[in-house]
């Protein structure tokens, strides 16, 4: 796995739980999912889904 640079965990929106970056997500107009910084150790989203197994809870 591979580290989340600090660059761009500084420009992203930080959630404090899960939950709540799920409800933004789901919100969104294209597929997003949440994962935990290893920097920040907070909640941020991303489109990105190339090598991640993507289950119908991610899905909109």
Do not use: I, N, Q
């Amino acid at each position: 796995m591979t580290r989340t640079r600090l660059s761009v965990c500084r420009r992203k929106a930080r959630f404090v739980s899960e939950t709540d970056a799920l409800l933004v997500a789901r919100a969104g107009r294209v597929p997003l999912r949440v994962y935990r910084c290893d920097r920040c150790l907070h909640f941020h989203l991303t489109s990105r889904t190339k090598g991640k197994r993507v289950s119908g809870f991610d899905r909109p």
